[in-house]
């Protein structure tokens, strides 16, 4: 199904990516040759705006698949390729002894270049831009390019070059006759045909599958979402890609479409934690340039962010059309690099209508009391973050990223581990329940009801009425907090709170914090004033007057609410209120 949905795509795309046999490569540097071949200059195809910029893409012939040992590319390919040199970076590494074989393996690799413009344009060679290429090579004599000014620069890249003959606008390997021996190539190796588990068409087998680059933490020359290289995965004595028939029409179209999803300026890419998550959708659709926007807009530009959720939760009323009759499917694929290889971490299949409801649904559930200072809408890395110990996004749970975006697209209950996670890091910072936590808090216990049997769901501020002994202790400590603080003259005016000392016991044992708690608070009343003490008071009774004891212990939904009432409490504190209630307040606050 991924792979059949990866091919649908580059048919859909075929205008705009490569045809069979070629792919979209960066090079940085042009070596131009005239038409008997000789050195007339060396081209820099990179702005000069970017540290990371490796070069305008070019259509080349799709590159060869190596290990360890030599394989050259055909017209373009690394320096110790293309000339038959060692990169000066590389050439630094290397000691003496280590430098000479360097060389010596440099020059086998050259001459593997050289040998495979042979093979493809066998004697006599008509084509002018390749006789004007073997003829440079076959000299030998590069010391122009090396008394180049742009030589330095070049000889310490990593990546690859290829030549074009001065004039032209396209390189030597983009060339007609280029393109169509590279097709009868192709053409020529289809000797054996077999049924393509992807396309159910007869076709050659892909031995071996072009690498997947752009997954971020996978290897830099890109990794296989599937290959056998060892006995174990093999069976009935069939090697590598024969296991699993792919034909090699399938092959390239899903690789490349899924190169191009992943390449670095794609808006169809989504990198959260140690995950990659490419979507597309069936035919051409709004939603493919909003789903980012949706979920995890650019940092840079997060008003485009708060516009597009604001479209899609709010379309009605913002005269935006919605998405309510847009039946096209959606697919989203996360990736996660497992050493040689890709790990799929979710494949979700839906329609925009769907998807639009479940993620509009998603941000409904997160809905909470705040601060004016916080976004209405929080992005996802920002939710997994508040989950991941010193706040770093390499510290999220690798498949949290993946089981959460699923419950999102899918409009299912959140795994229990987010609530997990969240929970450990409040108690492991000594209580630190801000709005983000409270949110995640909020929205796995939303949903948990929702898909449960019938419970008091968490309302979006304070909820007075809420029978919830786990609610209530949460407010309960909120209370006392609050006492404490205004003994000593108001928020900041301490170096600790019970929040730093008691928090982590107060809301998963109860019964060997409160008691404690209670009595402590009396020794802070008795620094406030008559009408204070009377307010407070009243506040406490009001949260006690449905607790009879205090439980030994919570489970995680009780100590999800203890937290989601601490917040609201506090909140509710620092909220400012109507005139009615702070005339009321200020009354009962005076009466000594």
């Not at 910029?53 to 030599?70: E, I, M, T």
């Amino acid at each position: 199904m991924i792979l059949q949905a990866l091919c649908d795509y580059y048919r859909r795309q075929e205008e705009q990516l490569p045809p069979p046999g070629f792919e979209r490569k960066a090079i940085p540097f042009i070596i131009v040759l005239d038409r008997d071949g000789r050195f007339v200059d060396i081209e820099d195809t990179r702005d000069g705006n970017d540290k990371r910029d490796k070069g305008r893409p070019f259509v080349v012939p799709q590159a060869v698949k190596r290990s360890s040992g030599v394989a050259a590319n055909l017209l373009w390919d690394g320096l110790g390729y293309a000339l038959g040199v060692v990169g000066a970076a590389r050439a630094a590494k290397l000691d003496a002894a280590g430098l000479e074989k360097e060389q010596k393996r440099t020059r086998e690799m050259h001459a593997a270049f050289i040998q495979r413009i042979h093979t493809v344009f066998p004697a006599p060679v008509i084509e002018p831009g390749v006789q004007a290429t073997l003829t440079f090579l076959e000299q030998g004599d590069f010391s122009a390019a090396f008394a180049h000014s742009l030589w330095p620069e070049m000889s310490k890249t990593t990546e690859a070059l290829s030549f074009r003959l001065d004039g032209d606008l396209e390189l030597i390997c983009q060339r007609e006759a280029v393109r169509q021996a590279v097709l009868a190539t192709g053409q020529d190796a289809a000797t054996i045909r077999k049924r393509c588990l992807v396309s159910g068409n007869l076709d050659a087998i892909a031995r071996l599958h072009p690498a997947i680059k752009g997954v971020f933490g996978a290897q830099s020359s890109g990794a296989n979402l599937f290959s056998f290289n060892f006995s174990a995965a093999c069976s009935y004595r069939k090697e590598q890609g024969q296991n699993a028939p792919v034909g090699e029409y399938a092959t390239f179209a899903y690789t490349t479409a899924l190169n191009y999803l992943l390449r670095a300026d794609s808006r169809q890419k989504l990198r959260v934690g140690e995950d990659t998550f490419v979507f597309w959708a069936e035919k051409a659709d709004p939603a493919e340039k909003q789903f980012t926007d949706w979920l995890q807009p650019d940092p840079d530009d997060p008003a485009r962010g708060v516009e597009a959720v604001e479209a899609l939760c709010k379309a009605p009323a913002i005269g935006v059309r919605p998405f309510e009759d847009d039946y096209t499917r959606f697919f989203v694929l996360g990736l996660a690099p497992n050493n040689a290889r890709l790990a799929v971490r979710l494949w979700n299949v839906s329609t925009v209508r769907e998807l639009a409801a479940n993620i509009r649904q998603h941000f409904d559930d997160l809905a909470i009391v705040r601060s004016s200072r916080e976004p209405e809408y929080l992005p996802l890395w920002r939710l997994l973050v508040a989950t991941a110990a010193q706040g770093k996004s390499e510290n999220i749970p690798p498949p949290l990223a993946g089981e959460v975006l699923r419950a999102i697209l899918a409009g299912t209950p959140y795994p229990q581990t987010l609530l997990i996670t969240t929970l450990q890091r409040i108690r492991a910072e000594q209580g630190a329940v801000n709005y983000v936590r409270a949110a995640l808090i909020k929205a796995v216990l939303v949903r948990n009801a929702r898909f449960g049997p019938a419970k008091q769901e968490i309302t979006v501020s304070l909820d007075t009425e809420n029978p919830n002994i786990g609610y209530r202790l949460g407010r309960l400590f909120a209370v006392l907090e609050h006492i404490q603080e205004k003994s000593a003259g108001g928020p900041g005016k301490l170096n600790a709170t019970i929040r730093d000392r008691f928090y982590g016991a107060a809301s998963a044992t109860p019964i060997t914090a409160f008691p404690y708690l209670l009595k402590l608070k009396n020794h802070h009343l008795n620094k406030l004033t008559m009408g204070q003490t009377i307010w407070l008071e009243g506040k406490i009774g009001q949260i006690m007057e449905a607790i009879t004891q205090f439980p030994a212990h919570f489970n995680l939904d009780d100590q999800g609410r203890f937290a989601i009432g601490y917040y609201h409490q506090r909140q509710d504190f620092f909220t400012r209120k109507s005139p009615d209630q702070e005339s009321t307040d200020e009354e009962t606050s005076n009466h000594d």
